[in-house]
């Protein structure tokens, strides 16, 4: 099969267009004819190598796509050759205390598709059945590649783990990401009012044409801008996957008892911390990884009833994948970018 794939870890000129070896369903899995895949931050962090994350090279990255089942493994029933699905990219062990209690995303094993084991940056990838969920219909196939990872992280940071309620502010630092854009979309749906940040005014006057209520630049100016748009109280829930450069905002924006919710730092880990803001203010600090498969039902069920579309930046051939690469490397992209595998 043809895949795009890297031999040693580096920049996007390690990346390769060729052919690789197509992989086998084992027990409990399906293998997918995919026709689209898209990607993540995470994709450009597994080219480099991530420190303490030994993968096997060469590697096939990718944890989103769409496609069609085309072989079934051993014991996997009430799926058919040729349903066409999408599929839940975390990647879990199914017998530990976390998975038996159904929070897949705190396996002791836990990991992701094309992080862990190859991806979906190819003609065929291989999940667990448990996976899957039929592709909603109202979306194109680019559109189903591109609800994966980032929807799901959003879900369960705003909904599960940040317990975002209707007519609730929430501020989104750095709009622009994958993850970003779907807490822009998902935090809309809740019905709260919503404030994002970018150096960007491109991306500002996007995200305000997708709903945002208040946009700011992202500055160290933030928090006061949050307390002026709601009258001094501050944001009941933060999304913060910023990290160094927006931490300190994210502590003087929230509201008192409010939540600052983060599933990374793309800025750097290690930020300047202010513990009696915390303590006086009541902050919730709340940690928040990919999600569980009930996490994964729930945002699929959304998707479809709310007919939601996630937002696509660009649509690439899969042999043109390492400018898609470069994008993701260069921050350009608002959301999703997306590479077409058939046709
Ligand atoms: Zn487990």
Redesign the pocket.
Known sequence: MKALYFEEHGGADKLAYGDRPEPEPGTGEVRIRLKTAALNHLDLFVLRGIPGIPIGLPHIGGADGAGVVEALGEGVEGIEVGEEVVFDPGL?????????AGE?S?????GVLGEHNDGTFAESVVVSALSLAPRPQHLSWEESAAFGLAHLTAWRMLINRGGLRPGETVLIHGIGGGVSVACLQLAKLVGAQVIVTSRSEEKLQRAADLGADHVLPSDDQVARGVRRMTGKRGADVVVDSVGDATWMQSLKAAAKGGRIVTCGATSGANPAEEIRLIFWNQLSIIGSTMGSREDWRSLVAAVNAHQLKPVIDTVLPLAEGRAAYERMDQAEQFAKIVLSIDG
């Open positions: 879990s062990c199914g017998g530990c205390e976390f998975c038996r897949q705190l396996c002791v094993g836990f």
